[in-house]
């Protein structure tokens, strides 16, 4: 009886994972805070959308709705708002990978495979359907060149529909706007070589995927995305319309359209989104392998060598990148967007961003925002207005609060010490002698300043906060001018057995020198970084690097090529204390062996990150306290609305993590989004000025642009 049973059971079991696969997937609501994010903040965001124009708005957080507005008769169970070109990312991207994951099409593939006209044109013949996808084929699009739109606009006619020759026959749909792309849109340059805004290129793309799908059981890219994506991720049929609600017959195909002429509600936009965000996955369900999507959203560089696409045509622009149905800040374009996050967008702001590393999808629809007052461009105005709000609105730390260090109290904003007016950077060390050695960016220096500013300069510093006395150091083989990213700049300082090394940024990427004269000489490496570590600093101990937890000297760094990027990550690199010079002794940390220990490879490609923060992790300072038995970790949080020139000097926030390792795990000992005075563009917490028991340090920073000292003390855990 027992078996017979457990044979059920068994039979049974698969039957009630597939019914829980497919149990309908709802959103769960929380505040958010909750969930890591300002309220007061989402609430000002929220605000400002829906007074301009906004007819729906959506904002989920783990799964979770934090936000959801609705103009008056804009509610989802009212009626669902038009996409504009956010169709080219829901409807033809959707459709492409769909058709990639089944095999239906290749996206290196010839398009002529799937358009047999093109075949007897030598450039069109040449077009694959990665190009037509990533506005990469060189295929002319379907709008007024500036004269023909400014006669248009005095003639107060339809930039559009009354667009003359083939162009306005595009958007009049007479006879078919798939006919007039196939054969009337040239090709402007060598396909590959360069990028141009397509609408006539996702045309084409619609119809090489749905000649694919000829000898299938579906009857066109509708059907296809209804039965195959869409109801099974919970989106309905009256939630929704795409192709503006037509069908062209062309060439025994069923054509829809999918660069524009879509309306969804704001939750069936979502779903798309979380679909993507979970890698294809839904509900236990994969319904997109999950390795066609990783590739989607991949920059390809040997099929993509111009990898700029711009919605708007307009060289003042940010450059997106495209990718397979999506745009991707995979280059940190948008400065406050982590890398990993994706969008489409359409005009008048029709907006899906994805940002898998916060579990963050945003759906924004309605009227155009941006009336041209500001002088603001397209993606300028999306930046400002949508990805930089969303991205301050995240207040959680990246890191768990200590259990070891409790408490953190800063001395009042009135007693820190400010020296070295007009300068920044003062990375440190302290050196065998008993002082510390320092360098600065962009300015005179201790007084007596120096005759000219330089962009890097050295000095030397004495004496203990409150006492503290300073000094330049003039060397004809370090001092350097050039202001801000066209000059070099010290981002690291380090002595190890009487030597000083330095890194310096700035020089495409970073480069590194010696003195062996207390900073009088540099000698310089003949090589530096090509791959990443755009701003990197050393791991200081005591004095004379005394106390160090081994052989090697430490040195982390942002995760990019660029110090003025922020990225998502820290990275890390040892190299033996007597090979401090050798290239070719540098390893990369790499991970977690089975045994927990740290992995090291000489390939800096296999890199793995030390410290994560997407979209907020910049320029810090990362020292060992002795007496606490710590890493100390000072990161700079910068504030997306900040200008270049401004930046964290003046505003910003400040992070310090501990932990007993210099590659984590990482705890929270203070962090705050906007400290009450500017953080910095770097700052560290300087060996040299630590109590014997570690409670009582300083920190080190370049707010106010100045050699700036503000005492903290922290308490432990009793």
Same mark, same amino acid.
């Not at 890194?503 to 003949?526: F, G, I, M, P, Y």
């Given at each position: ?54 007819? /729906? #708005?959506?904002?989920? !957080?783990? %799964? ?7 103009? @008056? &008769?804009?509610?989802?169970?009212? +009626? ?70 400014? /006669? #248009?606009?005095?003639? !107060?006619? %339809? ?7 083939? @162009? &306005?026959?595009?958007?009049?749909? +007479? ?544």
């Amino acid at each position: 009886m027992r078996s017979i049973k457990l044979c059920i059971l068994l039979v049974c079991l698969p039957v009630a994972l597939l019914a829980q696969d497919k149990k309908a997937f709802e959103w769960a609501r929380a505040k958010p805070e909750d969930v890591g994010i300002s309220s007061a903040k989402l609430d000002a965001f929220k605000k400002r959308l829906m007074a301009g124009g906004t007819h /729906k #708005l959506l904002i989920i !957080k783990d %799964d979770k709705i934090i936000c959801q507005a609705f103009a @008056k &008769g804009w509610e989802d169970s009212v +009626k669902t708002s038009g996409t504009s070109s956010l169709a080219k990312a829901l409807i033809s991207g959707m459709s492409l990978n769909a058709a990639i994951a089944d095999g239906y099409i290749d996206p290196d593939a010839p398009a002529c495979l799937y358009i047999p006209s093109w075949k007897k044109f030598d450039v069109k013949s040449k077009i694959t359907i990665r190009q037509l996808d990533t506005h990469t084929s060189g295929l002319e699009d379907a709008e007024a060149t500036d004269e023909e739109e400014q /006669k #248009l606009i005095s003639q !107060k006619k %339809d930039r559009h529909m009354d667009l003359p020759g083939w @162009k &306005g026959a595009f958007w009049r749909q +007479k006879p078919d706007p798939f006919t007039l792309s196939r054969d009337s849109a040239k090709v402007l340059f060598k396909p590959g070589t360069g990028s141009a805004y397509s609408n006539p290129g996702i045309a084409m793309l619609n119809y090489a995927v749905t000649k694919s799908l000829q000898k299938t059981s579906y009857k066109d890219i509708r059907d296809y995305l209804d039965k195959r994506i869409f109801s099974r991720v919970g989106i309905k049929k009256d939630t929704y319309s795409m192709g503006y609600n037509t069908t062209y017959k062309v060439d025994s195909l069923d054509l829809v359209a999918g660069w524009g002429g879509a309306a969804f509600t704001a939750d069936a936009v979502a779903r798309i989104g979380r679909l993507i965000l979970k890698k294809g996955s839904w509900q236990g369900t994969q319904i997109i392998d999950s390795t066609v999507i990783k590739r989607a959203l991949n920059v390809d560089a040997t099929t993509m060598p111009a990898l700029n696409s711009n919605l708007t045509n307009d060289d003042r622009e940010p450059k997106t990148t495209a990718v397979l149905g999506w745009f991707t800040n995979h280059d940190g374009t948008f400065k406050s967007l982590p890398r990993d996050a994706f969008w489409g967008a359409g005009a008048g702001e029709q907006l899906l961003l994805v940002i898998p590393s916060l579990n963050i999808i945003l759906v924004r629809m309605g009227e155009t925002m941006n009336k041209g007052t500001t002088g603001e461009g397209y993606w300028e105005f999306i930046e400002n207005n949508i990805f930089n709000p969303i991205a301050d609105a995240v207040d959680e730390p990246p890191y768990p609060k200590s259990d070891f260090i409790v408490s953190a109290k800063f001395a009042p904003a009135n007693e820190v010490i400010r020296m070295a007016e007009g300068g920044d950077c003062w990375p440190s060390t302290w050196g065998d002698d008993g002082l510390m050695y320092t360098a600065y960016g962009d300015g005179n220096g201790f007084k007596p300043q120096t005759d000219i500013k330089l962009s890097m300069g050295l000095a030397v510093v004495s004496g203990t906060p409150p006492n503290l006395t300073g000094a330049n150091i003039r060397t004809q083989s370090a001092d350097r001018v050039g202001q801000g990213p066209a000059g070099a700049k010290p981002s690291g300082m380090i002595m190890v057995d009487g030597k000083l090394y330095m890194w310096v940024r700035n020089v495409n990427n970073a480069r590194l020198a010696c003195s062996t004269d207390h900073s009088k000489t540099w000698t310089w490496a003949d090589w530096k970084f090509d791959t990443s570590f755009g701003c990197p600093n050393f791991i200081n101990y005591g004095k004379n690097n005394t106390g160090a937890r081994d052989g090697y000297v430490y040195t982390y760094s942002v995760d990019d090529a660029s110090a003025y990027k922020y990225a998502d990550q820290m990275v890390l690199t040892r190299v033996k204390n007597t090979q401090i010079m050798d290239w070719k002794a540098y390893e990369f940390f790499a991970g977690y062996g089975n045994s927990g220990k740290p992995l090291w490879s000489i390939d800096i490609r296999r890199r793995k990150p030390v410290y994560v923060n997407p979209g907020k992790t910049y320029r810090s300072g990362m020292t060992f306290d002795a007496g606490l038995k710590r890493y100390l970790w000072c990161q700079v949080v910068p504030l997306s609305n900040d200008k270049e020139e401004q930046g964290p000097r003046f505003k910003g926030g400040l992070g310090i993590f501990e932990s007993p390792n210099p590659w984590g795990p990482w705890k929270t000992v203070f962090y705050t989004r906007e400290w009450d005075m500017g953080p910095g563009e770097s700052g560290c917490l300087p060996v040299n000025w630590m109590s014997k028991d570690g409670r009582t340090i300083y920190y080190l920073f370049s707010g106010n642009d100045s050699f700036s000292v503000r005492k903290l003390t922290l308490q432990t855990k009793q």
